[in-house]
């Protein structure tokens, strides 16, 4: 006869301050996470967006230089 002890015999139980303070914990990483991520997401937006913007400005300011108009020789 084999008996078998179950796992949960020798776990302590947390108290009940401290299962309160746990789902607080976990509550805060959560929001924490969150905020993280959807910061990261607006900078990566943000980054696109000017990369893009600079992108057009560079297009526009090579077709937009005026040329150079030749001088007329012989007034002085």
Known sequence: M???IP???FKPKPT???SKDDTTSKAA???INDELAQRL???ERLRQARL???AVAVVESKAAKPKARARKAGKA
Do not use: C, F, G, P
Request: glycine share 0%.
């Open 41 to 43: 997401a607006k900078t």
């Open 29 to 31: 990483k959560a929001i």
């Open 2 to 4: 084999n008996k078998s």
């Open 7 to 9: 796992n949960d015999v």
């Open 16 to 18: 009940r301050t401290e």
């Open 52 to 54: 893009a913007q600079e």
